[in-house]
Antibody
Framework: EVQLVESGGGLVQPGRSLKLSCAAS????????MAWVRQAPKKGLEWVAT????????YYPDSVKGRFTISRDNAKSSLYLQMNSLKSEDTATYYC???????????WGQGTLVTVSS | DVVMTQTPVSLSVSLGGQVSISCRSS???????????LSWYLQKPGQSPQLLIY???NRFSGISDRFSGSGSGTDFTLKISRVEPDDLGVYYC?????????FGAGTKLELK
């Protein structure tokens, strides 16, 4: 069974940093692209970042480019999101997801809440 | 960015009934390789989203045949037949044809 378990969320002040983690199991992690998708409170879904199988290629929307960094450790079956210069509009539940061109976002974790507030 | 417009915003249905949700994109979702990367997701109350349909009309593993997707180009539809209580929640369409991946704002399915 595919499992994705996020951690690392919490309350952080504007301008500070936070690093999210996602532990994957139930599939060969190194064979799949992975992604982060966020959902602001009572809002819709927004893709945040994607990383290739080896980690050599990363992709971001303009809204987070230059501030967020996605990375992975295939030996640990783990995905990360380093978030710097956080803004109030980054407040959201962040989901780890297995990302594929064919399937889209096929599997999702339960999410971790990030609140950016002073 | 490709804008995904879903209608209606909310929908009331009786158990056992049938509903359709529309999703329109601001640009064609046909990729240069001929595929159309349009997916549908359901987010049940208090849960994370789950994939229902990929590439317009393909049901994901374990998804009931009561769910069907159709459409082409910029106009897509999700149909749910014989609605069950477990079908309630917010439905999102999403596209992966053009960077960046984008989603519709969602359609909330409620019981009448």
């Amino acid at each position: 069974e595919v499992q994705l378990v996020e951690s690392g969320g919490g309350l952080v002040q504007p301008g500070r940093s936070l690093k999210l983690s996602c532990a994957a199991s139930g599939f060969t992690f190194s064979n799949y692209y992975m992604a982060w998708v966020r959902q602001a409170p009572k809002k819709g879904l927004e893709w945040v970042a994607t990383i290739s199988t080896s980690g050599s290629r990363t992709y971001y929307p303009d809204s987070v480019k230059g501030r967020f960094t996605i990375s992975r450790d295939n030996a640990k079956s783990s995905l990360y999101l380093q978030m710097n210069s956080l803004k109030s509009e980054d407040t959201a539940t962040y989901y780890c997801a297995r990302h594929g061109w064919e399937l889209g976002f096929a599997y999702w974790g339960q999410g971790t809440l990030v609140t950016v507030s002073s | 960015d490709v804008v995904m417009t879903q209608t209606p915003v909310s929908l009331s249905v009786s158990l056992g009934g049938q509903v359709s949700i529309s999703c329109r994109s601001s640009q064609s979702l046909v990729h240069n390789n001929g595929n159309t990367y349009l997916s549908w997701y359901l987010q049940k109350p208090g849960q994370s989203p789950q994939l229902l349909i990929y590439k317009v009309s393909n049901r994901f593993s374990g998804i009931s045949d009561r769910f069907s997707g159709s459409g082409s180009g910029t106009d897509f539809t999700l149909k749910i037949s014989r609605v069950e209580p477990d079908d309630l929640g917010v439905y999102y369409c999403g596209q992966g044809t053009q960077y960046p991946d984008t989603f519709g704002a969602g359609t909330k399915l409620e019981l009448k």
